[in-house]
């Protein structure tokens, strides 16, 4: 009987306040109802988590959209209407989880791609036996020859952009190694936005070859809207955002020192390459650093390396393994295309294995994804 009257004093006081009973919040919406259901939880959460990992804009509105959904399901449970909240709450949770599972083109090999990897080791004075080589390299700042703005949605370079271009190209001619870097804003899709910023770089390239600039002394990559140099939420940031770049690629290892890679110790990294998440293509931007590469074991014949290979650990460790052989396959045989025998060198997957730094961030996931050059 006192159940009974227990169960009538709660029905009773549920009808009176409706959903209105304690106050928490959720998504910035204040919690009004006498029972919130787990999916409010693990969607905070999952958010929460998703926030500690974002660093490209991608990830960022990924979770500006996890956070509007989310209170909207607020709004729309403390209406009561239960069902529809938590479909919306899944939605939430989906959109943080692809923020989480991004999966970035790993960094040119400039000064930005050092920022974030172990701390590199002082650099030797000499490379004597007793003084070894410790490993890669800090790379000097990121230089900028220049920039140039395109109209939205076009890769066609504009007549008041020229005149620069025109005054990079004698400068171009006489020193170094570049890479075109091609960048959208925000608007559209990704896979729409990194095809637009490949032509860009491809344009940029072209105009150049015809100013007299050698195209091998010139990568073109495409980096889609992940790399905004400005706000993509105004039209004056998404104008600056529509660029390409003109880097200044240096080597990673000091030419000046390294001259003898078969009098370093084993195991030493003379070069590192990044890939793309879940492929083994070569990124042009990478070529050039490979040449280099070449060129130094052709001139030391006696040095031998290991190509190994690596990925993050997205998927399968079987699956890991393989690409990552691929990976170092594909450098393998691009040395060897630049006259490196292939005696010389030896393929190694180690798939997940020897992460350079933890793959708890889709960063650092980036950073994973790469083939060292060591000597052995």
């Known amino acids: 009987m006192k159940a009974k009257i227990l169960i009538a004093a709660l029905c009773l ?8 009973t304690f106050q928490t919040a959720y998504f910035g919406v204040e919690d009004k109802a006498v029972y919130t259901p787990p999916e409010f939880a693990q969607t905070v959460e999952t958010v929460e988590k998703a926030k500690k990992d974002a660093f490209v804009h991608y990830q960022k509105q990924k979770i500006q959209s996890a956070m509007a959904q989310g209170k909207s399901a607020s709004d729309i449970y403390w209406a009561c209407h239960d069902v529809t909240a938590k479909a919306v709450l899944a939605q939430a949770r989906k959109s943080a989880y692809q923020s989480e599972m991004f999966h970035p083109q790993p960094p040119p090999p400039t000064a930005n791609s050092a920022y974030s990897t172990i701390p590199p080791p002082e650099t030797p004075d000499s490379l004597r036996p007793d003084a070894p080589f410790a490993g890669i390299k800090a790379l000097p700042p990121e230089l900028k020859l220049g920039s140039v703005g395109f109209d939205f949605n076009s890769a066609g370079l504009k007549e008041n952009e020229l005149p ?7 400068i171009m001619i006489a020193h170094t190694l570049y890479e075109i870097a091609g960048h959208t804003d925000a608007l559209g899709k990704d896979s ?4 637009l910023s490949e032509k860009r ?3 940029v390239k072209k105009y150049l070859t015809s100013k007299g600039v050698p195209e091998k002394k010139m990568v073109s990559t495409g980096y889609g809207e992940a790399s905004p140099v400005a706000t993509n939420s105004t039209e004056a940031g998404q104008a600056k955002n529509r660029r390409a770049e003109i880097r200044v690629l240096p080597p990673l290892f ?3 020192t ?5 009098a370093l110790p084993a195991g030493t990294t003379i070069e590192l390459v990044n890939f793309s998440f879940g492929s083994n293509r070569l990124l042009p931007v990478y070529e050039p650093v490979l040449d280099r590469v070449a060129k130094l074991l052709t001139k030391n014949p006696g040095a031998n390396m290991e190509i190994a290979g690596f990925a993050d650990n997205t998927g399968p460790a079987r699956i890991n393994r393989s690409i990552s052989k691929k990976r170092a396959k594909i450098v393998f045989k691009y040395l060897a295309s630049k006259g490196v025998k292939k005696s010389r060198l030896r393929i190694t997957g180690y798939g997940e294995k020897y992460p350079l730094v933890n793959n708890d961030t889709a960063k650092n996931r980036s950073l994973n994804r790469r083939v060292e050059i060591r000597t052995r």
């Open 13 to 20: 006081l549920f009808s009176i306040t409706g959903c209105k």
């Open 164 to 170: 620069a271009l025109d005054k990079k190209a004698p």
């Open 192 to 195: 729409y936005n990194q095809k």
């Open 201 to 203: 770089a491809a344009n």
């Open 254 to 256: 000091p030419n000046q």
């Open 258 to 262: 390294l001259t003898d890679p078969g």
